[in-house]
């Protein structure tokens, strides 16, 4: 820093200069969104700044007045030292930030409500609601080391590192895991998402712009984790035909034994296509029995990670009072003996 401070003027100014024309071809995708759910999404973070700023602003400007206004060479500001309180002076300072907490929370709790990933999409835009006839597409995510498989069960295709969604349709995403937790993550989509080995996760929702944009892994997942990045494409109806066309012209289809070889880690992987591809296989992959001879999630009783396909959960947490019954218990009410234990063998 010191040799920075020493160089001449001329040089440090074509040095900020080449730095603020760096800073200018970022892209800010977030603030920057070509779909509902993350306009959405922006606009919160705009909200919540402007609410944040209505009490940072106003401290900031009253510590540079005061320090001007009581400074030491200023004879003409009251001086009184044995100042200590001020019931008007407390009502500003503590109403003031709890006003903004409280809209801060009610703009949170409507917010989550509001953005829930499993919650179904009721517009296309702000000026368009969905249509009730219109079917929602299906995309299956599955986050491998380090890649992305995205399964089209509608078309029948499957693409590696590449997704192609056309604008202004809805569409439900169904994510999973091979190995290990990760983050499915579109900014100019919608917000992350976590896909989980044996979990599967949904995210709604829809693409309003054509073009290229980026999607990545934002949680780390080992070696290859920087490169763990995919293209979204937004295209029209047509264009979109198109693509799954040329994905069907690629010959090859992905069964088990092509994914079980896909599945092996590997870095900066190019986008593949997939003409065809197994009906049940994310399905395989989600109950984590895609491997021949593996018995399926849903399956195993009392295994780890395993939940029926339907009703409630089992086990007493997921139970109400009057579904857990009753069973013998080993600590006796206060007050009463204690009955003796079984023994665990027949005495002789």
């Given amino acids: 820093m010191r040799d920075y401070l020493n160089l001449p003027t001329a040089r440090r100014a074509l040095g900020a200069l080449c730095l ?102 009721n517009r296309i835009s702000a000026e368009k609601a969905v249509d009730p006839k219109a079917k929602t597409m299906v995309v299956q995510v599955v986050s491998l080391d380090w890649k992305w498989l995205f399964i089209y069960p509608e078309q029948g295709i499957a693409t590696v590192n590449e997704l192609a969604l056309p604008v202004d349709r809805p569409v439900r995403f169904e994510l999973t895991s091979t190995n290990m937790m990760n983050t499915f993550y579109a900014p100019t989509l919608a917000g992350m998402i976590y896909t989980m080995p044996g979990m599967r996760g949904t995210l709604h929702a829809v693409l309003n712009r054509q073009g290229r944009f980026d999607g990545m892994s934002a949680n780390y997942s080992g070696a290859g984790f920087s490169d763990m990045r995919f293209k979204l494409y937004g295209v029209d109806q047509a264009g979109f035909d198109a693509w799954v066309a040329r994905v069907k012209g690629s010959g090859r289809a992905l069964d088990t034994k092509g994914f079980l070889t896909l599945e092996k880690p590997s870095e900066k ?72 234990a079984p023994h665990s063998h027949q005495e002789h």
């Fill in 20 to 121: 603020a024309v760096l800073l200018a071809g970022c892209k800010g995708d977030v603030l920057d969104p070509a779909g509902d759910i993350a306009l959405q999404q922006r606009d919160i973070i705009y909200i919540s700044t402007a609410l944040m700023l209505l009490i940072i602003v106003p401290v900031m400007a009253l510590t540079i007045v005061f320090a001007w206004r009581y400074r030491e060479s200023n004879k003409e500001a009251t001086y009184d030292p044995d100042f200590d309180h001020s019931t008007s002076l407390e009502l500003v300072i503590w109403s003031a930030p709890l006003l903004i907490i409280i809209c801060l929370g009610a703009l949170t709790w409507w917010s989550t409500h509001l953005l829930d990933p499993y919650r179904p999409l």
């Fill in 269 to 340: 992987v190019s986008p593949m296509y997939f003409a065809g591809v197994e009906g049940d296989l994310f399905e395989r992959i989600y109950k984590r029995c895609v491997r021949p001879g593996t018995p399926c999630m849903n399956g195993m009783h009392g295994g780890h990670g395993s939940m029926p396909e339907s009703g409630k959960p089992e086990g007493a947490l997921f139970k109400g009072g009057e579904e857990k019954g009753r069973g013998e218990s080993l600590t006796p009410p206060p007050g009463a003996q204690s009955s003796p």
